[in-house]
């Protein structure tokens, strides 16, 4: 996938992450790890598109 | 300094046919103070334009001959490739060894020969659609093929504003002559050995006239780009020079600079908002978690309080069953 379509679908995940977080059905448990895997694919595309 | 004399005795050279540059700049601006070269009317093509403190310069064309000219009044706008009559008189520059016309007016009678059959072509191909732009290059590239003179001051000014954009990326640079006889053929075999293999093609080249430029307005060129796979920029000359290469590119930039600022998105601007997500995603959790806290507070606070009105309610009830006992 390029830098290009991975940063595309990074933002679409920050934004259901947020999505999730707000949503007090979800349980906290489940808000945290998701908030914790987006933070974690951040990085891993941050690191991507700098060791080019 | 050696003198004539030493010069003499060195060289055998007679001392008295020996001259220096300041007497021969002298005998060169006399032979210019003559009636021929005050106040004529010269007709010509205008080319190589700039303005600089208020004062313009270009050049008037006629076939291969050329002469510099020099206005430094304001009068009518000048335009690359219109055909003008330009009176004045031609002086001689000491300091810069050269003559000139000192334009005191400036008449366009026309439309340049290269300047009309450059209008024509680009008429041609807007309606063949080769002008109608196509794919967006992407704003991360990984790989960017650049197109230049290995050693002009447009490569390294599209690569100095490229780096500062994004570090990261491979730059691919295929070599190709922008002026001359061989430079659309080597120009057209760079463009078709990068297309399909990088993410963005960038072909730019320094300014010049439309005579230095007359590659960057092939047909061939102007279709090549328009028809390539990989979204092409072109920064090519300065802002004001709009080339059927920059008309048939995806992007246009204004400059080699400009072409390098347009590759790419700043990296650290990405980052920086990367951070903001991130912070915001944590600020969002925190406030999750206060409320969910919170939410627990009351629930203990409403158990403690129905487990202690339970007690008073068993104690009043009890006290009721003595008192009636």
């Known amino acids: ?44 595309f941050e690191d991507g598109l700098t060791s080019d | 300094m050696v003198t004539a ?44 334009h700039s303005r600089w403190k208020g004062n313009d310069f270009f050049t008037l064309k006629d076939g291969d001959d050329q002469l510099s000219c ?22 001689y520059y000491r300091e810069k060894g050269r003559a000139s016309l000192k334009a005191t007016k400036v008449i366009p009678v026309g439309t340049g020969e290269l300047y009309g059959k450059l209008q024509e072509l680009k008429q041609e191909l807007r309606e063949d659609g080769v002008f109608d732009g196509g794919d967006e290059p992407p704003k991360l590239p990984e790989t960017v093929g650049l197109v230049t003179s290995p050693e002009a001051d447009a490569r390294s000014d599209f690569l100095e504003a490229f780096r500062v954009q994004n570090p ?58 328009a028809a390539t796979e990989t979204p092409v920029i072109t920064g090519v000359g300065h802002r004001e020079d709009e080339t059927v290469a920059g008309l048939a590119a995806d992007v246009w930039a204004m400059t080699p600079t400009d072409a390098g600022r347009k590759a790419s998105t700043r990296l650290s601007d990405v980052q920086d908002q990367l951070q903001e997500h991130r912070q915001q995603l944590q600020e969002q959790l925190a406030a999750r978690e206060r409320f969910h806290e919170q939410q627990r507070e009351i629930e203990r606070r409403q158990r403690r309080e129905r487990a202690l009105a339970a007690v008073i309610i068993a104690l009043t009830l009890a006290i009721v069953a003595g008192v009636v006992l």
């Open chain 2, 70 to 91: 020099v206005r430094f009044s304001d009068g009518v706008e000048l335009h690359e490739g219109d055909e003008v009559l330009v009176r004045g008189s031609i002086d």
């Open chain 2, 5 to 48: 004399a030493e010069i003499e005795d060195d060289h055998g050279i007679p001392a008295d046919h020996i001259t220096t540059v300041s007497s021969i700049s002298a005998v060169i601006e006399d032979r210019f103070r003559t009636p021929e070269l005050d106040a004529v009317h010269v007709l010509g093509e205008l080319s190589n």
């Open chain 2, 168 to 225: 990261a990326a491979e730059i691919r640079s295929r070599p190709a002559s922008v002026q001359g006889d061989d430079a659309v053929e080597e120009l057209l075999a760079a463009i078709d050995d990068l297309d399909g293999t990088v993410d963005t093609i960038a072909l730019v080249r320094g300014g010049g006239d439309i005579e230095d430029l007359r590659a960057f307005n092939d047909e061939a060129l102007g279709r090549q780009i």
């Open chain 1, 1 to 44: 996938m390029s830098h290009d379509a991975e940063f595309r679908s990074l933002l679409d995940r920050i934004e259901e992450t947020e999505e999730t977080v707000q949503d007090e059905e979800v349980p906290l448990e489940e808000a945290q790890d998701a908030v914790a895997d987006t933070l974690e694919a951040i990085d891993a």
